[in-house]
């Protein structure tokens, strides 16, 4: 029984840990693959509409 309980307990981790880790592959892969050029857009054009603005909060040096 103890044996079962061991098996058991592999493979449910495996299992668990196999497809917790496929989302975090896949997303990786499919960003490298199919981002291209626009990798980061949204950053760019967010950083662009920034500028001038005066820095707030923080310490002063």
Do not use: H, P, Y
């Amino acid at each position: 029984m103890v044996e079962f309980i061991m098996d058991f307990a592999i493979v449910a981790l495996l299992i668990i840990g196999i497809t917790a880790m496929m989302g975090a592959i896949t997303n990786g892969i499919g960003s490298a693959l199919f981002s291209g050029r626009k990798r980061s857009e949204f950053v760019d054009q967010s950083a662009k509409f920034q500028v001038g603005w005066k820095q707030v909060g923080g310490k002063k040096k």
